[in-house]
């Protein structure tokens, strides 16, 4: 029997998604909280890996496994064996054929940075930060150009492992909330850092420190030397996974939460 579970988490608390040798991935606390509901080993497979210090509102995991439980047993149950800042949200049951990741449509992603003089306090690990104003609207007008299906080489980690940088992103939004900046992406993948990557060259276009054709420069040379540093982990949120609704998941909400 497959099951898939949605879960949120706090990036503060973990390492990275990935299970490590110290067991400080999110994947380790998940496998060892399904384990002992379950009754034997599990191994968890995600829909998207993220890094240290990035959280997730959306996260859809699946596992394997023989023993009859309701449903509450992988939501309540595996909660009681998770660390704070880690929920289960819910859990449904499956085919084989279903893959957390191979299976997915599309995903979502978030960044919040807070702009102001004064560094974050209550929302410290949980925004990235800019201690000044940045053009919004430069910063719309130089995204639009990423929007489309695109060679992303320009945006992409260094030890990115994806076979192909061409990704479709089908949504590029930033707005304001009072002292925070919001990006709104979605795509039918992404790449390692890409979301990062993509922030940090339009915060250097919010900030004037380049023009808002810099950005199409970018994507058209494919030199990821040539564009801004990687962005602060804190800020990004995995915000939704998209499936076919022949699976029967539960459809995550359109607008994610601002912290």
Not at 55 to 62: E, G, K, L
Not at 69 to 92: D, K, Q, Y
Not at 227 to 249: K, Q, R
Request: net charge positive; aromatic share 8%; proline share 7%.
């Amino acid at each position: 029997m497959r099951i898939a579970l949605g879960l949120e988490y706090d990036g503060r608390t973990f390492c990275g998604w990935q299970s490590q040798p110290s067991g400080c991935g999110v994947q380790d606390a998940l496998e060892h909280a399904i384990a002992r509901i379950a009754g034997h080993p599990v191994r968890v497979g995600c829909a998207g890996r993220t890094d240290s210090g990035v959280h997730a509102h959306w996260q859809v995991a699946h596992f394997d496994t023989d023993a009859l439980r309701p449903e509450t047993a992988w939501t309540r149950g595996v909660n009681a064996g998770l660390p704070n800042g880690t929920s289960v949200l819910w859990a449904r049951s499956v085919t084989q054929e279903f893959h957390a990741r191979f299976s997915a449509t599309g995903r979502r992603y978030r960044y919040a940075l807070l702009c102001r003089a004064a560094r974050p306090g209550l929302l410290h690990g949980r925004v990235g930060w800019w201690p000044g104003a940045l053009d919004i609207g430069a910063m719309a007008e130089a995204a639009r150009v990423l929007v489309g299906e695109h060679d992303f080489s320009a945006f992409r980690a260094a030890e990115c492992q994806a076979k192909s940088p061409v990704r479709r992103l089908h949504r590029l939004d930033v707005r304001s909330e009072g002292d925070l900046i919001v990006w709104e992406l979605g795509a039918n993948g992404f790449l390692h850092h890409m979301v990062r990557n993509i922030v940090g060259s339009l915060v250097y276009v919010g900030a004037g420190r380049q023009p808002v054709g810099w950005v199409a420069s970018l994507l058209a040379g494919r030199d990821r030397r040539r564009a801004a540093p990687t962005f602060a982990p804190e800020g990004l949120y995995l915000s939704g996974v998209d499936y076919d609704p022949c699976h029967g998941l539960p459809v995550p909400p359109p607008e994610p939460r601002v912290p």
